[in-house]
Every structure is written in structure tokens, then in C-alpha cells.
């Protein structure tokens, strides 16, 4: 009885190790978790601040060495001219707009571009960068960089290189938590997404994503309130499954918002595959701790039975010299053995109960 009582404490003094080490690990598994979205969010929107920076430069190198080649206001030839130099720059292609608002793209295609703001900005003698929603060839949202083309240092044209939001643009947003999914998205400054790791339709906002994965009113907005601010932002809040852990991070070049997101089914998986571990080692120790306690518990009856043997065996030699035979009461039943000495010989006859053969004599 004392030994399972000792096993008893071990055991649950185990548990509780085991319970507290868990809640340990949760609260630090959400410490990294808050730590890994805000160091992603804030990576990816420094990677893309320097592609954005590149796309800038290249099109801008690109409408100096075109300028340099051009004997006429008019590009001509566009079409050869701009394949050429497309492959020392990061876009997927590159066009031309003359100054009637005529665009020719690489494939020598022509559409009228007059009403794209990559066109009215660039005959300002404006550079910068525009998010094509509708394009007119693409399945894909397309970012459009422009900047003037000169000619006698007069705008006679734009040149725009493009970049596809889901084939640049996407595969920075992808990232992981422990091999779990981290859901990547990238709004304008007016919460439009422009790429997302999570499949959603066209001309779709934030609030549509945040609709899709099932948080309540009160959590979006949480999301609207870490929205607003410039500095990234790490917040938690409830999706359809439970706790998540979110950031914000602004991109400095273009006000656009990076947002990294671990979904609660992420945290559970991590969490799952990490106690799992915990529990085997747990019960691979009290395993042992049980067969350690058996095989003490077995010695310790191995002894007394020694023990006894041998004190009956003195007991009997003893008698022996002194006595014919010896009665063994059970104490508890009552029952009687008498042991008779013979021929130096040991015989043992049962008698029964003690009382009646008492009554008997």
C-alpha cells in the first residue's frame, strides 16, 4: 500500500510537471508566433520596397538608353527596340505610349492608353507606379511603371514597364509557421488586395477576406483599427477556429499594406505535433518508473518469502529436537496444521478448524 501511494504522488507530480511545461510552451509558441509574423511582414514589405526600387531604376535606365537611340519624337521600331532591353530589367514586359496616348506593347499591339494614369502622369514628367485593376490583356492585376520618355528634352512619349501582381508580386508574400500555413496578403492604402496568398476573387477588399475566413464584427474591427497605423502592428484576434496572431507592416515606397497572418488551425497543428512528442516521453518515463517500482516491490517479496522460509526452517529444527510436533494456527481462518516429526522426517496432516478439535480433545 505505501509503495502505490509513493507511485501514486510520482505519478501525478509527473502530470503536473507535464501540464505546466505545456502551458509554458504555448505561451512561448504565441510569443514566437507574434515575434514571426512581424519579422516576415516587415521583411517582405523591405523586399518588396526594393523591388519596387529596381523596377523604378530599370525603367528609368531603360527610357535614357531609349532616348539616346532616338533620331524622331516618335519611337519607331518600338516593339524590337524595347524586347531588347526588357531582359536588364525585372519586368515581365515593357511598353510604349507616344504622345497621342497610342500604346504599343511588346508584341506590336496597339490600344489607346490616353485615359491610364501611367499615361497622363507620365507626360507630366512624373515617375512612378500604378496598379492596373483592368487590364486589358492580362488575367492577372498588373503594376504598371512609368516615366517619361524625352526627346530634345521635351516629353514626347511614357514608357511603362509591368510587373504581374500574382507572378512577381505573390511569391513574396508566401511564407510558413513551422512548415504550417501563414496566410501572405498585400492591400492598397484603400484595403483593395492586390495579391494574396489566400484564393480570392477579383476586385476583392480586405474586408472580403476577412469575411471569408468568418471574423465577427467586433474582430474586424481590430483589423480596420491596426489598419490605420504606420508602424507595423502585431495584434491577435479570433478567426473561424480560435486565437490568431496577425501584423500589419506598411510598405514605405507606396503606402501599401503587407499583412502576415497565422491562422488558428496552424497554431493547434504546431502545438499538436509538439505535446505529442511531450506525452510519448512522458509516458516512456512513467513506463519505466512502473517496471522500476515492480521490479523493487518483487525483490522486496522475494526477501520476505527468504525470510519466512528461513525462519520456518528454524523454527522446525528446533522443534524437532524439542517436541513430537508443532500445531500452525491461522490466525485468521482458524484453520490448523499439525507438523509431527518421524524418522527425521517432516509430515504434515491439516486438522481443520482449531476450535472444534479442541472441543474434540
Known sequence: KTNNG?????????????????????????????????????????EIDKYMDSAVSGIQATSYNVTQTMSDN???????????????????????VDSSGMNTIEKGEKFDASDRVYFQ?????????????????????LLNFYTPLYYREKVTGVLTGVLGADTNILPMLKSDFFDEEMIGI???????????????????????????????????????????????????????????????????????????????????????????????VTAIIIGLLLAFVYYQVKELRKEKDRAVQSYENILVATASETYKGIRLLDLETADSDYIYFENDGIN??????????????
Open 74 to 96: 516618335i519611337l519607331a521600331d518600338s516593339a524590337k527596340v524595347l524586347h531588347k532591353l526588357v531582359t536588364q530589367t525585372p519586368f515581365e514586359f515593357i511598353e510604349y
Open 121 to 141: 502622369e507620365g507626360m507630366k514628367g512624373n515617375t512612378g507606379i500604378w496598379i492596373n485593376y483592368a487590364p486589358k490583356y492580362s488575367n492577372e492585376y
Open 348 to 361: 504434515r496432516t491439516k486438522i481443520g478448524d482449531w476450535m472444534d478439535w479442541l472441543h474434540s480433545q
Open 186 to 280: 498585400m492591400c492598397d492604402e484603400n484595403g483593395k488586395i492586390i495579391a494574396s496568398t489566400l484564393e480570392m476573387e477579383k476586385d476583392t477588399y480586405l474586408d472580403d477576406a476577412l469575411s471569408k475566413i468568418r471574423i465577427d464584427e467586433e474582430n474586424c474591427q481590430l483589423w480596420h483599427d491596426n489598419m490605420n497605423y504606420k508602424e507595423s502592428r502585431v495584434f491577435e484576434f479570433k478567426d473561424r477556429w480560435g486565437k490568431a496572431i496577425a501584423c500589419i507592416s506598411t510598405n514605405k515606397r507606396t503606402g501599401w499594406k503587407i499583412i502576415q497572418y497565422v491562422p488558428n488551425l496552424s497554431f493547434k497543428a504546431v502545438r499538436r505535433e509538439n505535446t505529442s512528442a511531450e506525452y510519448a
Open 6 to 46: 509513493i507511485l501514486l504522488i510520482l505519478v501525478v507530480i509527473i502530470i503536473s510537471i507535464l501540464a505546466g511545461y505545456n502551458y509554458y510552451m504555448q505561451k512561448r509558441l504565441e510569443n514566437y508566433a507574434r515575434d514571426s509574423v512581424k519579422d516576415t511582414a516587415e521583411d517582405i514589405s523591405e
